[in-house]
């Protein structure tokens, strides 16, 4: 946000569509900030500069002309603030829909689903004390030296109060197995320290075997007469454990060590470390959640929590570790396709409104809906929406499809010149930059991955003298499109956000007192049943054991499974630099990480050029996607595994 440069209407008189579209996103990422409201006429070929209120008055008047609300779809990034995605999300639903697809489609949604259907609540159950203070603390999934390296500082200090760590990825990550902390001396000049006390190299997709093969170890651990679980908090607290327990005694070790690539012995390991600790916290992020299989993989990690009470008590507890500053708190407000009843109900006093109780569109329905001409509007509220969703070739002949597509952007992205036939770029404020609104300065608030939430004030002089926020912007689109539906006050929230913050306040539970909350330094929390009172909010008020059938992965000779990372040197589809220090790579990301035997066995060797072609199985027979000329690197990845950067292979 703070880079110098400045992109004006003069850079988008020199570059045409097509060239832009031909530029990867690190060239346009550095082409710095955007300035000025940019429209795309149809049959055009260069974006033109627009005064805001045309831009306002085009999106408003293609909005009224659709036959149906649902036509629309409204995408959001995790960026964006509590105040901004609520009065967003208000907009969208007095306009007629629940057309909200969102980033955590793609991210952490299926840890909501996960931890909502056992647990009651769709959000983590530590805070940061119960990571410091936890006694054991299993990583899976996550590389936090690069994307949540703040967390390095927490697991050091769990570490020196005794902490033991497991950790579980197909990647040795450089961050977890030698870390060093650049604001410790020892740091700067030791060796660094080893975080993970047992690296488990497990095989892409192999986490749900592997968190079912420690659940079954620790119940006959039990069985054997040692005092392993904790009957008491399974009995009052739980229901399902009989089928659970049924159902993994019958697990078949042979699976188990397909699936996960592991010995029984490293297993067993590991189960010990459980068994004994005398409190666990595990954490996962991207490697857990973005697989066919996650929900029922991300159950299994509650099954092990479950077993020995380990949620609603200190140290321990299941950790998600979310991306974007703000993912959790937009869904708190109301970022959600299929928001719960109360929610709307809640809109509907607080507005005088009838919000729409159709569930809308995810990220994939929506790209469907635009793939058939469904859908004719899409607006983005922050994010990149072609780069970040799967399919590319798919995702970018659909949103060609659409009559209008509105960004609301920092930066320039592929989004911006793969788009609709008609386009607007409405640049707008950082979260860094100061906010002045008719009634003064102002501050939004954010909601982190442990439910605290706390105050962002911008601190930077914006961007351009003409910046608008993101709720003034939202405000004034939703002004002209549905007017004064019900009692809402676009003007009023658009000038003083603690007029915003008293609507949330009163329609979203454990937000009282907000106001004043927000000025305690470092937040408040918000209300967790599992974590504050070991309450669940299930049908039957119970945390749910559930039974979860094995899947292993078979591949065909000479294949090999593909994950998607990031590299140290991008955030999400911003890519800052062509480096990824820690897995000692430069100058290039079309890279893709193959094992040293996976290298002999396929007759490639390190250095070489290759195209990744993947098969997919549909009812019109193996349909095949192709991402060109990678370079191969030799890297220690668990065997029949492979790894490469997002977007590129988004293909
Ligand atoms: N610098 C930086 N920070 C970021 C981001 C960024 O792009 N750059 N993005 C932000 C966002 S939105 C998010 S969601 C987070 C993402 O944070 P991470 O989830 O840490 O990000 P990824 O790079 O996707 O790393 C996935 C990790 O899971 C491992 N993995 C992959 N598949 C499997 C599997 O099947 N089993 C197991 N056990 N492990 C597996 C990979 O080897 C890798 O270590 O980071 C946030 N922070
Ligand atoms: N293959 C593959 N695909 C993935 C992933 C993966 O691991 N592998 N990860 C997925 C995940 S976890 C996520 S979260 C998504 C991310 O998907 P998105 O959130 O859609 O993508 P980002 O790259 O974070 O969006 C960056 C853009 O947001 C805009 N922006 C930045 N800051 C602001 C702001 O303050 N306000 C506004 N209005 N705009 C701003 C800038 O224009 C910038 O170009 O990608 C997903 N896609
Ligand atoms: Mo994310």
Redesign the pocket.
């Known amino acids: 946000e703070a880079t110098t440069r400045r992109i004006t209407r003069a850079f988008f008189a020199a570059h045409s569509l097509d060239e832009l579209a031909e530029r990867s996103d690190y060239w346009l990422g550095q082409q710095g900030r955007l300035t000025e409201p940019m429209v795309l006429r149809e049959g055009s070929r260069h974006y033109e500069p627009i005064a805001w209120d045309d831009a306002f008055d085009l999106i408003a008047q293609n909005l009224r002309a659709l036959d149906d609300p649902d036509d629309a779809i409204f995408y959001t990034s995790?960026r964006t603030s509590n105040e901004a995605a609520f009065v967003y999300q208000l907009f969208v639903r007095a306009f007629g829909t629940n057309n909200l697809p969102d980033?955590s489609n793609m991210?952490?949604e299926s840890s909501g689903s996960a931890l909502g259907e056992t647990i009651g609540i769709g959000k983590g159950t530590v805070t940061l004390a119960d990571v410091e203070n936890a006694d054991l603390i299993l990583i899976?999934?996550?590389?936090?030296g690069?994307?949540?390296?703040r967390m390095l500082s927490s697991l050091e200090r769990a570490k020196d109060n005794g902490a033991r760590i497991v950790a579980?990825?197909?990647?040795v990550?450089a961050g977890l197995s030698n870390f060093h902390n650049p604001q410790r001396v020892r740091g700067v000049i030791g060796k660094g320290t080893e975080l993970a006390d047992e690296y488990c190299q497990?095989?892409?997709?192999?986490?749900l075997a592997f968190f079912q093969a420690v659940g079954a170890l620790l119940i006959d651990a039990d069985d054997a007469g040692e005092d392993v679980l904790d009957h008491e908090f399974i009995a009052q607290y739980t229901s399902g454990f009989d089928e659970y327990r049924r159902h993994v005694a019958e697990i078949d070790w042979d699976d188990v060590h397909a699936a996960t690539g592991l010995e029984r012995a490293q297993i067993e390991r590991v189960a010990q470390m459980v068994a004994t600790a005398k409190s666990v916290v595990v954490c996962w992020?991207?490697?857990?959640t973005?697989?066919r299989q996650s929900v029922p993989m991300i159950r299994e990690i509650v099954n092990v929590l479950l077993l020995q009470g380990n949620i609603g008590r200190a140290g321990a507890g299941a950790c998600p570790?979310?991306?974007?500053s703000n993912?959790q708190g937009d869904r708190t407000v109301g970022i959600n396709e299929h928001p719960p009843a109360a929610f709307l109900d809640a809109i509907d006093r607080e507005f005088a409104i009838t919000a729409p109780r159709e569930h809308g569109l995810d990220v994939v329905n929506a790209i469907r809906a635009m793939r058939d001409g469904q859908a004719r509007v899409f607006i983005g509220m922050g994010g990149n929406f072609i780069r970040a969703t799967p399919d590319s070739r798919v995702t970018e002949a659909a949103v060609r499809n659409l009559d209008l597509t509105v960004t609301i952007s920092t930066k320039l992205n592929g989004s911006h010149a793969i788009c609709g036939r008609q386009s607007i770029i409405l640049p707008t404020l950082g979260r860094t930059e100061r906010d002045i609104a008719a009634g003064g300065e102002q501050v939004v608030t954010v909601e982190d991955s442990m439910g605290m939430v706390h105050a962002s004030r911008g601190r930077l002089e914006p961007a351009d003298p003409d910046l608008h926020s993101e709720v003034a912007i939202v405000c004034e689109i939703a002004k002209r499109t549905v007017g004064a539906a019900g009692t809402i006050d676009w003007d009023a929230m658009r000038g003083d956000y603690r007029r915003i913050r008293g609507h949330i306040e009163r329609v979203v539970p454990g937000f009282d007192n907000f106001e004043q909350r927000i000025a305690t330094p470092g937040g408040f929390a918000l209300p967790n049943g599992p974590r504050d009172a070991r309450q669940f909010a299930t049908d039957d008020g119970k945390a749910h054991f559930t039974t979860n059938p094995i899947e292993v992965l078979h591949l065909e000779p000479g294949r090999l499974i593909l994950?998607?990372?990031?590299s140290?040197d991008?955030?999400?589809t911003t890519i800052y630099g062509l480096n990824d220090r820690y897995r000692g790579i430069s100058a290039g990301r079309r890279v893709v990480f193959v094992n040293p035997a996976d290298l002999r066995e396929l007759g490639v060797s390190d250095g070489d050029r290759v195209d990744l072609v993947s098969e997919w199985p549909t009812s019109a027979g193996v349909e095949e996607r192709r991402a060109h000329a990678f370079r191969v690197v030799s890297y220690p990845?668990a065997r029949g595994c492979a790894?490469a950067y997002?977007p590129e292979t988004n293909v």
Do not use: S
Request: aromatic share 4%; charged share 10%; proline share 7%.
């Open positions: 995790g980033c991210c952490h899976a999934g996550q590389n936090p690069t994307n949540h390296p579980i990825n197909p990647l990550e497990i095989r892409l997709g192999g986490d992020a991207m490697g857990l973005q697989h570790v979310r991306g974007h993912v994950q998607t990372i990031r140290h991008q955030f999400n990845t790894a997002f």
